[in-house]
């Protein structure tokens, strides 16, 4: 993962690890972030990632994550 930048996914985890709690589907429960996340980085012409999914969630068919810049995600978690 290049600096500054995570996933909706990694971001909780390291941040807000009890939401987690909170989520019956922690994937899909996100998405929203990550659709916000999408249109925000598009709309300020700032880049997306695409890393490789961690083990668990390639064994559930997807294969890789967009990952926005960590100030991105703050602002979002933040709304």
């Not at 290049?2 to 909170?22: E, I, Q, R």
């Not at 668990?56 to 991105?72: C, F, H, R």
Request: with cysteine; glycine share 6%; net charge negative.
């Amino acid at each position: 993962m290049p600096a500054g930048y995570d996933t909706v996914l990694g971001y909780f985890s390291k941040t807000l690890p009890s939401a987690f709690d909170m989520m019956s589907e922690p994937v899909a429960d996100t998405q929203r972030d990550g659709f916000w996340c999408t249109h925000q980085a598009a709309r300020r012409g700032i880049p997306i990632i695409k890393v490789v999914a961690p083990t668990a969630l390639a064994d559930t068919g997807i294969t890789e994550l967009n990952a926005y810049p960590v100030t991105l995600l703050a602002e979002r978690i933040a709304a």
